[in-house]
């Protein structure tokens, strides 16, 4: 079962209330629309228009996340702007347990490099929405990220692209190698999305 939580029209964010919740099952506050159980283990959040105060306070209450999915990432600058922000949230990345996560509408590497430091447990990562032109620089980016970050667990990276080629799997293939960023992995092509699996 998934959780959506989205901004409503309202401006106004005041989710002091929320922090409290425990067995609720149903939660509005001025400007957010929750529906939660105890255990959440998945989430669905657009950001495009949520305060960044409401996106760090809801990891602050749901520790068991599993997966999460996100529209339009806060930038670093933004996640980190407030010791207050910084301080819910580094606590928050240090206890977290997810393991999946999707990101739509990527503005740039900076991005991937904010997902691989936040989330060092991730098994699955999936890009949604990444141009062709930017294709070889993201997964350039990811791998090198990871290799720096010295994650050493199994691992699958899905890209959705906007135009998918044949071509470019061996292109893609020859860049990991020459750069020795993996040993063993496959790479392979179904329709618009790419896959990059390794151990």
């Known amino acids: 079962m998934f959780y959506l939580i989205r901004p409503s029209r309202e401006s106004c964010y005041n989710f002091q209330e929320f922090k409290n919740l425990t067995n609720s099952f149903n939660y509005t506050s001025p400007g957010v629309n929750v529906n939660i159980t105890k255990n959440v283990t998945r989430l669905v959040i657009d950001c495009c228009q949520m305060s960044v105060n409401i996106f760090i306070k ?18 670093p600058v933004e996640l980190f702007i407030s010791d207050d922000n910084s301080q819910i949230f580094n606590l928050f990345l240090k206890n977290n347990k997810i393991t999946k996560l999707s990101l739509r509408n990527i503005s740039g590497v900076e991005n991937v490099y904010l997902i691989i430091d936040l989330f060092p447990r991730v ?40 135009e998918a080629t044949n071509d470019k799997v061996e292109k893609l293939k020859t860049m990991v190698d020459s750069e020795n960023l993996l040993e063993t992995y496959q790479l392979y092509r179904r329709l618009d999305k790419f896959y990059l699996e390794w151990k």
Do not use: W, Y
């Open 58 to 75: 809801i990891f602050s209450v749901l520790p068991d996340l599993d997966m999460i999915s996100i529209t339009s990432l806060p930038s």
């Open 123 to 162: 098994q699955f990562i999936a890009l949604q929405r990444v141009s062709n032109v930017g294709l070889k620089l993201i997964i350039q980016s990811t791998l090198r990220r990871i290799k720096e970050n010295n994650i050493r667990h199994s691992m699958t990276l899905c890209i959705i692209t906007v």
